[in-house]
């Protein structure tokens, strides 16, 4: 519908004005006539397009703009706008005005019997009908053009080869191409043929950039978990047990010639290291082998030598990584068996793989319709857990709530299978059947929600009746022709009018206030739809595609004029059930929707992935059903605080707009003493030094001078509650060694030194005894980085949290590159020894004589004497140990920043033999988890 305010021509803002003039220097002297700009909903990619297009018109009044849209809703916001800012535009296909705008679909209509004979037609073009042709043709006629392709993600789907021929043929034109899409969404073809038709991106802004900016309003992602209907859980529980029967049979003596976990062993474990590394099992074989990895999480193999447990390995077997792993043993074995016991193991898991949507071919598993699936995405619970959040919402909000249901379709299919006879009806899941349970719940009727479809427009009667006397308002002629059709329980009102005219009127009938529900679909209530006074999304949708999500959520997060205050919470309802292996899909679908979409987490800090929902979150396994009623009752407490939001995301302060790959890393043993806020760590590099010379320290001696006595150095005492922390080994954390550390800031009075010399002594032999700080490790891999020419900055870029718990988070600032390669080279760093190309050292356990020390002297000698007495080695990262230039890089870095050590070839026998007597170590014992983290 047109924007209520188009009438007013709003100052440009920053973003607008950036990508004008990035616009302005891609077509200067037509040096780049091809645009791509990436702008997502609400951040005014319609002005844009029309601010380039007066530009033009200014500079050549015989200019013509050709605008496409997807739909009419679209269609009718370019030509109200363009009006508003004084353009003739209209949607006449003559092309008689300054701006004409159409849809994609009046272009694409296609003559059928031309479609019928694909093997004499070589262009797109002569498939057309002969107005579609007309059309083209009037547009490649144009002697000055501007083509404008809105949300131009859509010709990637339908019309990508026919306006491919149109740029063609228009080549001289000015095109813009605007999409709220990512990039990094597109990939294989659509990604290739972007990047043809629009070569690279010439401007882009985030969602959290213009939420910064004030143009976007503050909001949450927030989600609320719900369990099948109990109907539902017993078909499920019914479903499951065949799947469940043939796991317990797996561990049965004589289930084939060669049990499972047999194979199991005999193909991830016993091969890895004799005959191949597991990290070339892994690249050659991923799926397969994380689903072995998680096998051994669960007690069920052995860990295979060199493997690393990564976040993604650490949960239950998924049904996926058993069919996986069946269908390896399958095909490899029992398949080319000619016993009749494979035969008849065969035959058994054949049967069972249906019940968790799979299938065995005679080219292996395959994966079939899920019956599952649907009763998890359709499930009756998922309205009545949307009548809880709207309450709360309202309870929340009062008069200012307004919450738009979106669904996938108006109603569901018409053919249920069989099996789910007395579980879901054909109504399941549909937009009317959540209606249906809004009006049934007193807390929620009283909002008069209303449907709002593209066939239908429905409600309680009494609400229809006074949505007709709302129109009557606006447009009595309209309103004379409207008639209420009651129902049992829902009534409609779809006479007189079609979709492209009560979509406006209930819209506007929802800013009024008149209803606080609006139930609608994706497709009508989405891409196009504005509704300023939003407050509230509920996603009850099953589309996981980037372009999706962030159109969903672009309805909620437009600002109001009349709320300056506004703050919006997007809600997704997940159905999860523990009674069936595939029980998790719908939480699977959460994951997909929230890669790559940025929230903001408990910490204030804007990344993308479930995590920014719940810190608890794992992308990997939902959380257990025994805690949803927290879980959703801790949500509901975040939606009612909405200043809290509000402030959590810093309106107006100052940001890059880069998103940062970042590392979050939990040691087994922290060497921080635990923190009560964030801590921001400064690396610096170690006082002592230990190597074949002896241990060599740059602190001071104690002074054995004759002084008044001074009380001595306090360690590291009230390190929790620091805000900066610099030097990472004065924050060792073991007893009173600290304190002892720094006794060379003393002064030691008394005839006799010997003991506080001794202890000084022994002091930085402990030293060298612990693990290295991660943060230590951290600067040696940026600077081995940065001295490759891998990264354009080191470790002065370095940007390091300490969480309370012990979590370290570390992010290298710099470009986006910079960030990807060293979170992934920090992470192998610190990770066990896998098939790294090199190796490197550090000298660690100094051991000198146990006698005492009883002059400055000779607690020299001492040091000097000291010998290391272990050499603990490490994976050189693989971008660092692609060649031994590299290499020499990184153990320059290594040694500055974590100690003396060697390097070593793992391609040379001295290497290969201390790889394969290192493997599967794991000095840090770490786990890591990888973020993307806006800033």
């Given at each position: 519908m047109p924007d209520p305010d188009a009438s007013v021509v709003a100052p440009l803002r920053i973003h607008q004005r950036e990508a004008l003039e990035a616009l302005a220097d891609a077509w200067r002297d037509d040096a780049q006539p091809r645009a791509w700009v990436v702008l997502p909903p609400g951040a005014g990619k319609t002005r844009v397009g029309i601010e380039a297009v007066a530009a033009e018109v200014r500079e050549h009044p015989d200019t013509r703009a050709v605008v496409l849209a997807p739909n009419t809703a679209i269609q009718s916001q370019w030509i109200a706008e363009a009006r508003a800012t004084g353009l003739d535009a209209s949607d006449d296909k003559a092309l008689t005005s300054t701006l004409t705008c159409l849809t994609y679909q009046s272009l694409a209509v296609f003559d059928s019997e031309a479609a019928d004979d694909d093997d004499s037609v070589q262009s797109v073009v002569d498939r057309l009908h002969p107005n579609g042709v007309a059309l083209f043709e009037r547009i490649r006629s144009q002697p000055r053009l501007v083509l404008v392709l809105d949300e131009c993600h859509h010709l990637l789907e339908v019309w990508g080869r026919l306006l491919a021929e149109l740029l063609e043929a228009v080549d001289r034109a000015h095109v813009l191409a605007l999409t709220a899409t990512p990039p990094e969404s597109l990939v294989g073809e659509q990604r290739a043929l972007v990047d043809r038709l629009f070569g690279t991106i010439r401007y882009r802004v985030s969602v959290p950039a213009v939420v910064k900016e004030g143009h976007l309003a503050p909001f949450d992602e927030l989600v609320w978990l719900t369990t099948p209907t109990p109907t539902e859980e017993d078909w499920l529980t019914t479903e499951?047990?065949?799947?469940?029967?043939?796991?317990?049979?797996?561990?049965?003596?004589?289930?084939?010639?060669?049990?499972?976990?047999?194979?199991?062993?005999?193909?991830?474990?016993?091969?890895?290291?004799?005959?191949?590394?597991?990290?070339?099992?892994?690249?050659?074989?991923?799926?397969?082998?994380?689903?072995?990895?998680?096998?051994?999480?669960?007690?069920?193999?052995?860990?295979?030598?060199?493997?690393?447990?990564?976040?993604?390995?650490?949960?239950?077997?998924?049904?996926?990584?058993?069919?996986?792993?069946?269908?390896?043993?399958?095909?490899?074995?029992?398949?080319?068996?000619?016993?009749?016991?494979?035969?008849?193991?065969?035959?058994?898991?054949?049967?069972?793989?249906?019940?968790?949507?799979?299938?065995?071919?005679r080219r292996g598993v395959r994966r079939g319709r899920s019956t599952v699936d649907r009763v998890l995405a359709r499930s009756y619970a998922k309205p009545g857990?949307?009548?809880?959040?709207?309450?709360?919402?309202?309870?929340?909000?009062?008069?200012?709530?307004?919450?738009?249901?979106?669904?996938?379709?108006?109603?569901?299919?018409?053919?249920?299978?069989?099996?789910?006879?007395?579980?879901?009806?054909?109504?399941?899941?549909?937009?009317?059947?959540?209606?249906?349970?809004?009006?049934?719940?007193?807390?929620?009727?009283?909002?008069?929600?209303?449907?709002?479809?593209?066939?239908?427009?429905?409600?309680?009667?009494?609400?229809?009746?006074?949505?007709?006397?709302?129109?009557?308002?606006?447009?009595?002629?309209?309103?004379?022709?409207?008639?209420?059709?009651?129902?049992?329980?829902?009534?409609?009102?779809?006479?007189?009018?079609?979709?492209?005219?009560?979509?406006?009127?209930?819209?506007?009938?929802?800013?009024a206030g008149r209803t606080q529900v609006l139930v609608g679909t994706r497709g009508l209530l989405g891409e196009g739809w504005n509704a300023r006074s939003v407050s509230t999304l509920i996603d009850l949708t099953t589309a996981t595609t980037l372009t999706a999500v962030v159109q969903t959520r672009g309805r909620a997060l437009r600002t109001d004029p009349s709320w300056p205050d506004k703050v919006a919470t997007n809600w997704t309802v997940v159905c999860v059930s523990e009674a069936h292996p595939k029980g998790d899909n719908d939480w699977v679908r959460l994951v997909r929707k929230?890669?790559?979409?940025?929230?903001?987490?408990?910490?204030?800090?804007?990344?993308?992935?479930?995590?920014?929902?719940?810190?608890?979150?794992?992308?990997?396994?939902?959380?257990?059903?025994?805690?949803?009623?927290?879980?959703?009752?801790?949500?509901?407490?975040?939606?009612?605080?909405?200043?809290?939001?509000?402030?959590?995301?810093?309106?107006?302060?100052?940001?890059?707009?880069?998103?940062?790959?970042?590392?979050?890393?939990?040691?087994?043993?922290?060497?921080?003493?635990?923190?009560?806020?964030?801590?921001?760590?400064?690396?610096?590099?170690?006082?002592?030094?230990?190597?074949?010379?002896?241990?060599?320290?740059?602190?001071?001696?104690?002074?054995?001078?004759?002084?008044?006595?001074?009380?001595?150095?306090?360690?590291?005492?009230?390190?929790?509650?620091?805000?900066?922390?610099?030097?990472?080994?004065?924050?060792?954390?073991?007893?009173?060694?600290?304190?002892?550390?720094?006794?060379?800031?003393?002064?030691?009075?008394?005839?006799?030194?010997?003991?506080?010399?001794?202890?000084?002594?022994?002091?930085?032999?402990?030293?060298?005894?612990?693990?290295?700080?991660?943060?230590?490790?951290?600067?040696?891999?940026?600077?081995?980085?940065?001295?490759?020419?891998?990264?354009?900055?080191?470790?002065?870029?370095?940007?390091?949290?300490?969480?309370?718990?012990?979590?370290?988070?570390?992010?290298?600032?710099?470009?986006?590159?910079?960030?990807?390669?060293?979170?992934?080279?920090?992470?192998?760093?610190?990770?066990?020894?896998?098939?790294?190309?090199?190796?490197?050292?550090?000298?660690?356990?100094?051991?000198?004589?146990?006698?005492?020390?009883?002059?400055?002297?000779?607690?020299?000698?001492?040091l000097r004497a000291a010998r290391a007495t272990g050499e603990v080695w490490h994976p050189v990262p693989t971008v660092l140990g692609r060649n031994a230039t590299l290499a020499g890089h990184y153990l320059a870095a290594w040694r500055t920043w974590v100690g003396e050590g060697r390097l070593l070839a793992a391609a040379k026998p001295e290497g290969a033999g201390v790889v394969a007597a290192v493997s599967g170590e794991d000095p840090f014992a770490a786990t890591t988890v990888m973020r993307r983290t806006w800033s």
């Open positions: 499951a047990v065949r799947f469940t029967e043939l796991t317990t049979l797996l561990t049965t003596p004589g289930f084939g010639t060669v049990g499972f976990y047999a194979w199991l062993t005999a193909r991830f474990v016993e091969p890895v290291p004799a005959t191949v590394t597991w990290a070339a099992l892994a690249e050659r074989e991923p799926e397969l082998c994380d689903a072995a990895l998680r096998m051994h999480h669960a007690g069920l193999l052995a860990l295979p030598a060199g493997a690393r447990l990564r976040e993604e390995h650490r949960h239950a077997p998924t049904a996926d990584d058993w069919v996986r792993l069946l269908g390896d043993w399958l095909l490899r074995h029992v398949a080319e068996s000619d016993d009749p016991a494979d035969a008849e193991v065969l035959a058994t898991v054949r049967a069972a793989l249906p019940s968790v949507g799979y299938q065995w071919t857990a949307a009548a809880q959040i709207i309450a709360s919402e309202h309870a929340a909000l009062g008069e200012r709530a307004r919450v738009l249901v979106l669904c996938d379709h108006e109603r569901a299919s018409a053919t249920v299978p069989v099996t789910l006879d007395g579980v879901q009806d054909a109504e399941a899941g549909s937009a009317l059947a959540a209606l249906e349970v809004l009006l049934a719940d007193p807390s929620t009727a009283v909002l008069h929600p209303t449907l709002v479809t593209g066939s239908v427009v429905a409600a309680a009667e009494p609400t229809l009746h006074d949505l007709v006397a709302f129109v009557a308002s606006r447009d009595p002629e309209l309103a004379a022709r409207l008639r209420v059709e009651g129902g049992s329980s829902v009534a409609t009102c779809s006479s007189g009018w079609t979709s492209r005219t009560w979509v406006a009127h209930v819209t506007a009938y929802l800013e929230h890669q790559g979409f940025h929230g903001i987490d408990a910490d204030g800090d804007i990344v993308d992935g479930v995590a920014h929902i719940d810190a608890s979150f794992s992308p990997f396994a939902p959380p257990p059903v025994a805690s949803f009623d927290a879980l959703n009752a801790r949500m509901l407490v975040t939606a009612a605080d909405r200043d809290a939001i509000r402030e959590a995301w810093q309106v107006g302060e100052p940001y890059d707009d880069v998103t940062l790959a970042s590392l979050r890393v939990r040691a087994a043993s922290p060497t921080l003493v635990p923190v009560e806020k964030v801590v921001t760590v400064v690396p610096a590099a170690p006082t002592w030094r230990l190597g074949p010379e002896g241990l060599i320290t740059s602190v001071p001696l104690p002074d054995t001078s004759w002084r008044t006595p001074v009380a001595l150095a306090a360690g590291t005492a009230g390190a929790s509650a620091a805000a900066t922390v610099a030097g990472p080994w004065a924050l060792l954390a073991a007893g009173g060694l600290g304190a002892l550390a720094t006794l060379g800031q003393a002064v030691v009075t008394g005839r006799d030194h010997t003991s506080v010399l001794t202890s000084w002594v022994r002091a930085q032999v402990a030293l060298t005894s612990g693990t290295p700080p991660l943060e230590a490790v951290a600067a040696a891999v940026a600077d081995g980085l940065l001295a490759a020419g891998l990264t354009s900055v080191g470790s002065p870029a370095l940007a390091i949290d300490v969480h309370p718990g012990g979590e370290y988070r570390f992010r290298l600032v710099g470009t986006e590159a910079d960030a990807e390669v060293f979170a992934t080279a920090l992470d192998e760093a610190i990770g066990p020894v896998g098939a790294p190309r090199y190796v490197v050292s550090r000298y660690t356990a100094a051991s000198l004589p146990d006698r005492p020390i009883r002059t400055r002297r000779g607690a020299r000698a001492a």
